[in-house]
């Protein structure tokens, strides 16, 4: 970032006091930071993306900065069903969910709208499954559970799912920027953010795969069979206090089988989202840099 010209401060979220420095003369603030993953202490979710958004909220309240753009995630309106060229308005929060991470995040995006208004316009983008070079969680992990025999196709296969290329991604946030406003077309609304079309998610998998050289996927295994592991798996990872994170969840098996992709109409009409990098493009550039990396 620093070569790039910009000032890298570090601050604490969760500190209100170290926040006001780090917005001297600031005009829009994109909020990216949160902690990850479907499994860790609720209590750390809640303090770092529900408590530590509410803390940047009040400090960008305080130093007059007009424009903020909340980087969310579709899996806060994640109900564990099929969600397909699903609308914003297709897919409220869910009633309970089967994850800390969605919760928070859910919670963190509502105290972001609800903070709309003639002083501080906001806005929430949800881009799905960020991938690309240098991906550190994704990309990663299917590559090394592959190589250990240990990543196995969950469902049917034949599951569509929304994902979002890196540079995309960040279009979309400097895209929402430019036009946000008090009163604009985005103030006070959340947008489902990804690449033009859908991927068949277990066929764009074998296909990294392949090109990294891996074999393909060679086995399967069912939805409810996933759901009855992650489950059991958690009970084992609570009951003893294991670190990491479980092999399976019940949430994560979900994801793995379900369709979810989302209609960007309302992106596209409010601010002009437009991908900036094609599917083939994006792919080339990423299978590069994992193979030399």
């Not at 994850?99 to 972001?112: F, G, M, N």
């Not at 690309?132 to 559970?145: A, C, E, S, V």
């Not at 609304?189 to 090109?211: G, H, N, R, T």
């Amino acid at each position: 970032v620093e070569a790039l010209g910009a000032k890298a401060v570090q601050v604490d979220l969760t500190e209100p006091t170290g926040l006001d420095s780090a917005l001297e003369g600031i005009d829009v603030v994109f909020h990216v930071a949160s902690k990850t993953g479907v499994w860790g202490p609720r209590e750390e979710y809640m303090q770092i993306n529900v408590e530590g958004t509410r803390n940047l909220l009040d400090a960008v309240r305080a130093a007059g900065v007009r424009r903020f753009v909340y980087t969310g995630s579709p899996s806060a309106t994640f109900d564990g069903h099929d969600a397909c060229n699903a609308t914003e308005a297709d897919c409220p929060y869910p009633s309970s969910f089967e994850s800390d991470y969605p919760e928070s995040k859910a919670i963190a995006e509502q105290l972001v709208l609800d903070a709309n208004g003639p002083a501080l316009a906001t806005t929430a983008l949800r881009p799905h499954l960020i991938w690309g070079p240098r991906d550190p969680h994704i990309i990663p992990r299917l590559i090394d559970r592959r190589r250990q025999g240990r990543l196995a196709r969950v469902g049917d296969g034949t599951n569509k799912v929304a994902i979002t290329y890196i540079d995309n991604a960040a279009a979309a946030h400097v895209q929402a920027a430019d036009v946000l406003a008090p009163g604009s077309a985005n103030a006070g609304k959340a947008y489902f953010i990804s690449d033009a079309e859908p991927v068949v998610l277990w066929s764009w998998i074998d296909q990294l795969l392949m090109d990294v050289g891996q074999p393909a996927l060679n086995r399967s295994v069912s939805l409810g069979m996933a759901r009855f592991v992650g489950g059991v798996l958690e009970v084992v990872w609570r009951l003893f206090g294991l670190g990491g994170e479980p092999p399976m969840t019940r949430f994560v098996a979900a994801q793995l089988a379900s369709s979810h992709w989302y209609d960007l109409s309302a992106a596209r009409a409010d601010f002009g989202y437009a991908p900036v990098v094609e599917p083939a493009q994006a792919m080339a550039r990423t299978i590069a840099a994992f193979r030399s990396g």
